[in-house]
């Protein structure tokens, strides 16, 4: 029994020791000796490779998304009057001045009312010449209605002109025109027009000026029939609200036009020179001030930075434009817009969306009301 007793004792040693030597043994071979500095072959003893240190990176003052636009922005233009569209006279990349035609909606019913109004005129005027014009006063107000009579109808023949040239460039008709002598003869038009409105209006404010006869209210009646005549077909014309560049043709002949924002004939913009509507955040607004410095990227030239400044700063926070869709949510956030122009001619296209990053400025200060903590000097 004792013998036993005894084997048992030393198994339990033996698996205890065991144990002991699994757990250490391992643990001490597995501590690696400390290597020493690794050199390079031509490098004095004792000598460590150090790796290069890399570059800073830009420290930006802000950023911001951003969308690229033309200069003074891209204009929507629409049918002042619905109506059928006749015929669409330009084309995707086309130029176009101010007061050029873009588009014509169906007008043949206001061209008869037009050329009717024009007989009655023609009318009321004989019969108004065939009576005494009175006094020196009653002369002039009668020479200043004819002079304005007179100035309107050249305005709208230069018009007329104007258009037909366009239309038969559209369609690759007729001799080749001369656009910019057209285009300053309907400017000048214009100008005899508001002339001749002042002069009108001077005539009209004589002190002692006596009643239009009979046959002075007829003719001015029948005048006013034919402006109203003359606005009803110019309302059929869509033009160019000023020079740029057409950048969108949604227009197609046959079609009808219905004033309406959502019912938009072509967009237009001024390309020699681009800009970007950033929206900057809230936080970073006492960091941006006119003339400031930024730089522009795009996804679609990797690597390549553009150079812009600052031109104008918003007055108020309001709803961003970038990338709302829809009603407004309780959960969306107010920014502020910054107009940012870019230097040179850059390759980027309207409506392109861009990274805007602002460099430090120095001159760029919180808002008015703010404290900063600044360290007093001793």
Partial sequence: MPKSDSTLTMLIVAAVLALGVGYYVPKTFSVKPSEPAKTNGTATTGTVN????????????????????????????????PGRIAEVLVAVNDTAAA???????????????LHSALAEVAVRKRERDNTDAGNRLAQDR???????????????????????????RRGGTGPAADFAKLRDT????K?????????????????????PSRPEAALAAARAELSLAEAALERTRVRAPSAGTILQVFAKAGETATPSPENVLATI???????????????????VRVGQAAVVRSDAFPGKEFEGK???????????????????????????????????????????????????????????????NTAKAH
């Fill in 50 to 81: 150090v790796a290069p240190k890399a570059a800073p990176k830009t420290a930006w003052a802000a950023s911001a998304p951003g969308r690229i636009e033309p200069n003074g922005g891209e204009v929507r233009i629409g049918a002042q009057v």
């Fill in 99 to 113: 007061g050029d035609l873009l588009v014509r909606l169906d007008d043949e019913e206001l061209v008869a009312r």
């Fill in 142 to 168: 009668r020479s200043a209605e004819d002079g304005l009579a007179t100035a309107e109808r050249q305005l709208a023949v230069a018009r007329d002109e104007l258009d037909r040239a366009l239309r038969a």
């Fill in 186 to 189: 309907t400017a000048k038009a």
């Fill in 191 to 211: 100008d005899k027009v508001e002339q001749a409105r002042a002069n009108l209006r001077k005539a009209l404010s004589a002190d002692g000026l006596p009643a």
């Fill in 269 to 287: 913009g001024d390309l020699s020179s681009l800009r970007v509507r950033a929206e900057l955040e809230e936080r970073d607004v006492g960091k």
């Fill in 310 to 372: 600052i031109a104008s700063i918003a007055q108020g926070l309001a709803p961003s434009r970038l990338g709302q869709r829809g009603p407004r949510k309780p959960t969306d956030v107010d920014v502020l817009e910054v107009m940012i122009d870019l230097s040179g001619q850059p390759p980027l296209l309207p409506g392109m969306r861009v990274d805007v990053f602002l460099r430090p400025d120095a001159q760029a200060q919180p808002a008015v009301g703010t404290k900063t």
